[in-house]
C-alpha cells in the first residue's frame, strides 16, 4: 500500500495479507540475527513483557555514496520474512546450546510457539526517494518478538537500499539511452545478495 505523501501506512496484519510471499530465500530466517536479540529477548520474556507492545522505527543516518538521496528496497523480502516467521526444532537445539546452561525451558517453548501474525508494520513504499532520518518502516508487535525481528529486517532494507541508489546514480550518470549491464554475481555476498541485484 503507498499514500500520496510518502507517510507510512499499514502493509501486514496477517500471514494471509501476504499468501503471494511464500519464495522466501533460506537463508533469511529467524537464526539471521543477533546473539544480543536472543538475550535481549530472554530478558523480556523473563521480566513478564512478553505481551508487552513496542514499536520501533527503522531510518538511516547519511545517504550512501556521499549523495544526497537513498532509494528505499529490501521491502519484499522483509514481508517474506515475516510472513514465514517460524524457529525450526534445529533452530532451538542450537539456541539451547549457545545461550548459558540456567536458561529457562519455558523460553524455548515461547520461541517454538513464536509467529509473527500479531506484527503490524507500516513502510513507505519500496522504491521511495527517501532521506536521512525519516522513518522507512515503523514495526509494531509483542516486545521479544519485535527484537528478535530487529537485526534481520536492518541487514533486508540496508542492503537493497544501497544497491538501488547505487544502481540509481549509474543511470544518472548514464543517461537514459545506455545499456547498463550488471556483473554483481562476482561481488555480492551472497546468492540471496546476487539476486537482489539482479532484481533491482
Excluded at 503471494?20 to 529467524?30: H, L, T
Excluded at 515461547?110 to 507500516?122: C, E, P, Q, R
Excluded at 519485535?146 to 541508489?165: G, P
Aim: with cysteine; glycine share 4%; charged share 20%.
Amino acid at each position: 500500500m503507498s499514500s500520496e505523501n510518502n507517510t507510512p501506512v499499514p502493509l501486514r496484519t496477517s500471514p494471509s495479507t501476504l499468501s503471494s510471499y511464500e519464495d522466501q530465500n533460506g537463508v533469511v530466517q529467524p537464526l539471521l540475527t543477533d546473539l544480543y536479540q536472543i538475550t535481549m529477548a530472554y530478558a523480556h520474556w523473563k521480566s513478564e513483557k512478553r505481551t508487552d507492545c513496542a514499536v520501533f522505527d527503522l531510518s538511516f543516518r547519511k545517504n550512501p555514496f556521499g549523495g544526497e538521496f537513498t532509494i528505499f528496497a529490501g521491502l519484499q523480502e522483509c514481508l517474506k520474512f515475516l510472513n514465514n516467521y517460524k524457529f525450526t526444532d534445529s533452530d532451538i537445539e542450537y539456541i539451547k546450546r549457545i545461550l548459558p546452561p540456567n536458561t529457562e525451558e519455558g523460553f524455548f517453548d515461547y520461541l517454538h510457539t513464536l509467529d509473527a501474525s500479531k506484527v503490524i508494520v507500516y513502510a513507505i513504499p519500496e522504491g521511495s526517494i527517501v532521506f536521512p532520518k525519516v522513518p522507512l518502516l515503523r514495526v509494531e508487535g509483542p516486545l521479544p518478538l519485535v527484537q528478535l525481528l530487529e537485526t534481520t529486517l536492518l541487514t533486508l532494507i540496508n542492503y537493497a537500499s544501497l544497491v538501488a541508489t547505487n544502481a540509481a546514480r549509474f543511470r544518472m550518470a548514464a543517461g537514459p539511452d545506455k545499456s547498463l549491464l550488471e556483473f554483481g554475481l562476482r561481488r555480492a555476498q551472497e546468492i540471496g545478495r546476487a539476486s537482489c541485484r539482479e532484481r533491482v
